[in-house]
């Protein structure tokens, strides 16, 4: 599910950004003044871009990475935009997004920025079809490949935008990709062999995912985060679970695992967590341990 930008937001929103236009203006004319060292700040939208970003722009002179959301507030489902998200977009050059409709709720909020360049990782990568009036699944990131893809993205719009720091964005981004593609490799090795490779998952973060890996996610338990299933939803779940002999459910660390719980102990299929990397450790290796955690736990759930 697409967020949705909160009507209530909008008028302090506005209201902060005239007050951040002539706070802003007030600071670079003094920095000018003072002769200090330019820094050009990249914004990003939530975790994963922060994380992806953090490598692209590893030790480029001058250049500060910051995430604009809280590191816990997890993949943007029903997001409220705050003064302090506001404060993160002051001054910013680059705003890295996920795009694919995943920030869309931002647009009223970018539009008070006009000289913020917006870079969208998700171009070139082929979407997957939500069920109904959903639209396109935006949870690109959880794919390794996808990763991989957005990570390019990133450096070549950062690149193009910042020639004086092109080089470095472009070793940085060929260096990020072979750990990623790597870490692809190792997951590849240690689950093509399964045979058993139904999954139910706990909400629609993990198609592109299963599509990775080529698993079979055979039920969502709850279709909107923070939304608990319906007793008719959870039933249907528990007779599929029980119709496919599927042997693990798995829950997401951001959410609670109530409904899982309540389908494991009447099917005696077993929780486990599965990680969609939108909250974590604000280190530029957290990616990449946050998939080798996954594939140890698909390794004990799916043997």
Known sequence: MVPRFRNGIVLLAVAFVALLAVSGCAKEASSQMQGEATTTTIATSFYPM??????????????????MTKPTCGCLHDYTVT??????????????????????????????????????????????????EEGDNPHLWVSISNAIQQVRNIGDQLAASDPANAARY?????????????????????????????IITFHEAFPYFAKEFNLNIVGVIEREPGSEPSAQEVASTIEQVNKLKVKALFAEPQYPAKAAETIARETGAKVYTLDPAVTGPMTADAYINTMEANLKVLQEALR
């Open 50 to 67: 922060y994380i992806m970003t953090l490598n692209v722009a590893k030790d480029v002179p001058g250049v500060k990475v910051v995430d």
């Open 83 to 132: 003064p302090d998200d506001m404060k993160n977009l002051e001054g910013a050059k680059f705003f890295v997004i996920n795009g694919a409709g995943m920030e869309s709720f931002m647009d009223k909020v970018t539009q008070q920025f006009p000289g913020l360049k917006t870079i969208d990782s998700s171009k070139g990568i082929q979407l997957i079809k939500g069920e109904g």
């Open 170 to 198: 472009k070793a940085n981004t060929d260096a990020y990709i072979k750990k990623l593609e790597a870490e692809r490799d190792r997951m590849h090795l240690a689950l093509d062999g399964l045979k058993n490779r139904d």
